[in-house]
């Protein structure tokens, strides 16, 4: 109770101050280059209606979906995973997606070779999977790029946060969302793992580094809620990352462990402001950290297995309705302390919908399994991130 009073006046506080500034001028819409590719449609994450006193003639696509799957496809669609983690290579892909049908792919440069290979690529495993996938890409612009600046897949070079944060022109924000949606979208994704929405309050950070668009609470948030719209716009479902914020911190979570000193009071004041606007902006997706917020939970364990940061914070606190999703659960953060069975109960515990990239994708199914059959975990916890996955995914 503390801790959410705590973060809800100086959110109140933080809101009310910027009352006073102008508006800024609304971005011109930007046109983003022609889909060509087969691809589901874009995910929507509306909130469901409340249920009327009438029964409703209506079919409800997600609720008939969900009665009919059995409990291996839900744990399995809890699952976002690279195309190579199916295991089983002997077998044919729509026969491994068959026993192991993941919720979504993430593909790296090691996957993309050239803009036709990775369309008919990303048809063919939509095509093979009975429930619609998602399929991502981290396509942030700068260091982080997948096909932009690859003269056979998308030539152009988008840059860094950073340089586009130094101008103050929150338009260009949503330049570049709508820009890497519609190249996104034209090779067959749906998801893009971004923006950055982490403030960069420590000048030794290289983890973050440039791919932040500042330090400035207000301008970043600007920033970041622009560019989520621009990728709406284009179609890509948006992703903030990395949640409560990775800018503050000297050690990289993927090479081991990692920790931020802000307290609860600066985070409410600083770091959560650029999620609270992506939110606001329709982000489909949260990405949450893997470092230790030690001042705000004495647990000491990586946020994205904290309860208190994704369920009491990031979910109630901030109000995400949306896909809360690790960040990749094979990173040294989270492998040097856990096996992949416990770090994936941990993480549902916590209240994450999807787990990205598990070290070992068996095992961690296993963990989840078994976690259900001695009533550590319920079905209907399952349910709950399987109905938000589904929703997403159909558009309902």
Known sequence: MKIKLICAILLLAVTLAACGKPSPAPSPEVTAPPTTATAVPSPSLAPTAEPSAEPSAEPNPVAELLRSMSLNEKIYQLFFVRPDALGDAGKTTAERLAARPVGGFVCFRDNIDTAEQITAMLSDLQ????????VG??????????????????????????????TGDASQAFEVGAKLAGYIVE????????????????????????????????LVAEMVA?????????GAAATLKHFPGCGSTELDSHDGYSESLRTLEELCAEEFLPFKAGIEAGAEFV????????????????SSLSRLMVTDLLRNELGFSGIIITDSMSMGAITERFAPE??????????????LMPEDLEAAARGVREAVATGRLTESRLDESVTRILRAKLGA
């Open 137 to 166: 890409v981290d396509e942030e612009g700068g260091r982080v790029a997948r096909v932009t600046g690859r003269s056979a897949v998308v030539p152009e070079k988008i840059p860094p946060m950073a340089t586009i944060g130094k």
């Open 287 to 302: 990405m949450v950290a893997h470092m230790s917020a030690v001042n705000v939970d004495a647990s000491g364990l990586p």
């Open 127 to 134: 095509a093979f999977s009975a429930i619609p996938l998602f």
């Open 342 to 355: 416990e770090a994936a109960v941990l993480a549902l515990e916590a209240g994450v919908d999807m787990l």
């Open 226 to 234: 622009r560019e989520v719209a621009g990728l709406r716009q284009g």
């Open 187 to 218: 090779l067959g994704f749906n998801v893009d793992f971004a923006p950055v929405a982490d403030l960069l309050t420590n000048p030794k950070n290289n983890e973050i580094g440039d791919r932040s668009f500042g330090r400035e609470p207000a």
